[in-house]
């Protein structure tokens, strides 16, 4: 499923646990899959992935949470049952550097890096025997720009798009927020599964003028923490051959969802607090407080 890449199984075990919001879609899948990497360059990795798998819808086997006890599961929304034959292959492009910092390694800040990442995905009846027939690319990139004084720049761009009639387990989410709690590069004031399609675009960009706000304000208990100013667009759509394939309603906001806001960052060092209004596709909460942190 979407975005569970970004959470170990651990923190989506204690999101259930605690609060009943899980952010991960389930199905059951019977099969085997293979797959090959190498590094022909310097910051450049291959992947070649096939998979084999027959994939069936999974409804929920428990209603247990410690602290939301009466409060309901999002519902696990059926998937396209069929025997899902696809070939991979995925191009990343990364110059990022980690710092050891005990039991966590942090991305390095001071320096610029570049992540970007490109893969297609093709289930083909004809050629592998699959159920389903599309073709699936996606594009991500996340960019880091030291600017002036202690000020960085970074931009987050995600481009999905979808050929042929795509199953539901194999649509685009929007990246949000569980439980208030956000990841770097995500949308602050976006739920949990709350637009999806089989095409997207998205971009995430964020300012950091360090603590140079706060000094001129003569502030002396802010001295360590930066100070940010953010903003995100997105959009969600579904062509008509895969909407007619999904078992229940897939919601896109075919309007340019448009959210700002600004940011404290390297509270107790490695913690972060957001601030974030959604100025178009209004809900009934607009507003958003949420937490992030560079050991999530």
Same mark, same amino acid.
């Not at 990841?183 to 999806?196: M, N, P, Q, R, S």
């Not at 998205?202 to 001295?223: I, T």
């Given at each position: 499923s979407e975005g569970d890449e970004f959470l170990s199984s651990g923190q989506i075990t204690w999101l259930s646990l605690l609060d009943k919001n899980d952010p991960v879609n389930y199905y059951l899948v019977n099969g085997w899959s293979l797959f090959a990497r190498a590094q022909p360059f310097s910051n450049f990795l291959l992947e070649m992935l096939f998979r084999a798998e027959n994939q069936k819808s999974q409804s929920g086997n428990t209603d247990f949470s410690i602290l939301r006890p009466s409060a309901e599961f999002r519902n696990n929304p059926p998937v396209i049952d069929g025997q899902m034959q696809s070939a991979t292959f995925s191009l990343a492009y990364d110059t990022r550097k980690f710092t050891d910092i005990g039991l966590f390694e942090a991305l390095d800040k001071s320096l610029n890096n570049l992540l970007l990442t490109f893969s297609v995905e093709h289930s083909d009846r004809a050629s592998f025997h699959s159920d389903f027939q599309f073709t699936r690319y996606s594009l991500l990139s996340s960019l880091h720009l030291l600017t002036l004084s202690s000020g960085a720049l970074d931009c987050y761009i995600r481009l999905g798009y979808t050929s042929g009639t795509v199953p539901?387990?194999?649509?685009?989410?929007?990246?949000?927020?569980?439980?208030?709690?956000?990841?770097?590069?995500?949308?602050?004031?976006?739920? &949990?599964?709350?637009?999806?399609?089989?095409?997207?675009?998205?971009? &995430?960009?964020?300012?950091?003028?360090?603590?140079?706000?706060?000094?001129? *304000?003569? *502030?002396?208990?802010?001295?360590?923490?930066?100070?940010?100013?953010?903003?995100?667009?997105?959009?969600?759509?579904?062509?008509?051959?895969?909407?007619?394939?999904?078992?229940?309603?897939?919601?896109?906001?075919?309007? &340019?969802? &448009?959210?700002?806001?600004?940011?404290?960052?390297? *509270?107790?060092?490695?913690?972060? *607090?957001?601030?974030?209004?959604?100025?178009?596709?209004?809900?009934?909460?607009?507003?958003e407080i949420t937490l992030g942190s560079s050991l999530l």
């Open positions: 539901h387990q194999r649509l685009f989410d929007l990246y949000g927020t569980t439980s208030g709690i956000s990841h770097e590069g995500f949308l602050k004031t976006v739920g &949990v599964k709350e637009f999806a399609g089989d095409r997207i675009a998205s971009l &995430v960009v964020e300012h950091s003028f360090g603590s140079l706000p706060f000094r001129a *304000l003569g *502030l002396p208990l802010m001295q360590n923490v930066d100070f940010l100013l953010t903003a995100g667009m997105a959009w969600t759509g579904i062509s008509s051959e895969s909407g007619m394939l999904q078992t229940e309603r897939v919601h896109t906001n075919r309007n &340019v969802l &448009v959210e700002a806001g600004f940011g404290i960052s390297r *509270l107790l060092t490695f913690f972060r *607090l957001d601030f974030s209004w959604r100025l178009t596709e209004r809900k009934e909460r607009n507003f």
